[in-house]
Structure formats: C-alpha cells, structure tokens
C-alpha cells in the first residue's frame, strides 16, 4: 500500500512562473491538506479538501495560490507568478473520510526554489 | 486562540542518556495532541496522540508523552535515546473546526556519542 505520493520532489521556478505540485492521497483516502513549512518555522496549514471541495482554505494566500482535488486525479497546489517568498517545503496529508484524524499520513514534501 | 509552543529549538543529549522534549499549548477545550517527528528529506511521522482518557500515551520507538492539564502541556520523553532518534520533533494540536492541525516550530534533537 503506496503511501502519500508527491511530486516532484525538488521544484526549481524563477520568479513570476508558475508552480504546480502535485500530491497522491494513500488508497482509499479521500481528504486531503496541504501545509508549508517555511525555514526554522513548523508547517502551517494552508487548505484542506475533500473530492470536488474546498472544506477549509483558511491558510492559504488570498492571492496567487490555488488547490484542487478533482473526482480523478491528484490533488494539485498551484501557485501563480512565485515570488521569492514562497520558497519552502510543501507538505500533502491524506486521511480515510473516518476517524481521519487517527490515520493522517503526511507525503515527503516538495521543495520549492524560486530563483 | 489555539497555539503550540515548543520552547526548546535545539537539544543536545548523549547516546542512551533520557529525554524529554516540552510542549505547551493554548486550547479552550480537551484537546487532540500529537507528536511527529520528521527526518532530514522526509515526511513527518505520527509518534503518538492524546484524544482522551490515561494522561500518559505511549507510541512508537519507546517513546511516550504525558498530558497534563493544568500546565497545558504534553511534553514527549524517551528512557533511553539512540543516535537514530535525531531528527526533528513537532507538537500539534487539533483545531477547533476539526480542520486542521497547528503545529509547534519543532525541537531539533542531536544525539551524541
């Protein structure tokens, strides 16, 4: 049983690009929350969503960054023409729609560099 | 305002010495604790948790954390360390809506020899 996929592992954008960061929830589970982890600073939660709906976006950016968790499919964050700032390590968790908070499983994280 | 508090950034302890690694919290409730601990390039893992019921949680890799109310805390011990268990140590609780988890900024523990 694969757990949290991410991808890629390592993304690397100059600034005014756009990101895309991709995350694979464990079988089975259809919530998933995405957190940043920004240098010397623990992960801050940024969204949190089910299939086809945003529950709790209260993190996120108000502008330039996006998710979505599509019926097929990954979840994707999207950001927008990155700035510097943003460069840090994202983290997806998935959980079962029952009792989630007993089986949360965070990915590897992806590494955003902006240059 | 819900928040978590991890006083120590860094902690140095000897191969086989204890440890114990403090968390305070603020909650208006019982809370949902947790402690993961994240390897440099991984993901974080799940230590243990506290819902309810035995203050004193014990979870993977001989480690256990005590809740205690009246000081808000839950912090996390180990007997005995290993040098594998460097690494970095997050506290969390569980928010109100039942959203989301707040997390501590992490005590980073080296192992000595």
């Known amino acids: 049983n694969a757990g949290v996929m991410q991808n890629p592992r390592h993304l690397v954008r100059r600034r005014g690009q756009e990101a895309r960061l991709r995350c694979s929830p464990m079988k089975g589970h259809s919530h998933v929350y995405w957190y940043r982890q920004l240098p010397e600073e623990g992960l801050k939660f940024m969204v949190y969503l089910q299939k086809e709906n945003i529950i709790d976006e209260s993190g996120m950016p108000k502008e330039r960054f996006s998710a979505e968790f599509p019926k097929e499919g990954p979840s994707i964050l999207r950001i927008q023409q990155v700035v510097r700032g943003d460069s840090a390590a994202y983290f997806c968790a998935s959980s079962p729609p029952a009792g989630f908070w007993e089986k949360l499983f965070f990915g590897s994280g992806t590494q955003l560099s902006v240059l | 305002a819900q928040s978590v508090t991890q006083p120590d950034i860094h902690i140095t302890v000897s191969e086989g010495a204890s440890l114990e690694l403090r968390c305070n919290y603020s909650y208006g409730a019982t809370p949902y604790l947790f402690w993961y601990v994240q390897s440099p390039g991984q993901g974080l893992q799940l230590l243990l948790k506290?819902?309810?019921?035995?203050?004193l949680v014990q979870g993977i890799k001989g480690f256990e954390a005590e809740f205690k109310r009246s000081q808000s805390s839950f912090n996390l011990r180990k007997p005995s360390v290993h040098w594998s268990d460097a690494a970095e140590y997050f506290c969390?609780?569980?928010?109100?809506?039942?959203?989301?988890?707040?997390f501590g900024k992490g005590t980073t523990l080296s192992v000595s020899s």
């Open positions: 969390a609780l569980f928010n109100q809506a039942g959203t989301a988890l707040i």
């Open positions: 506290y819902f309810s019921g035995d203050t």
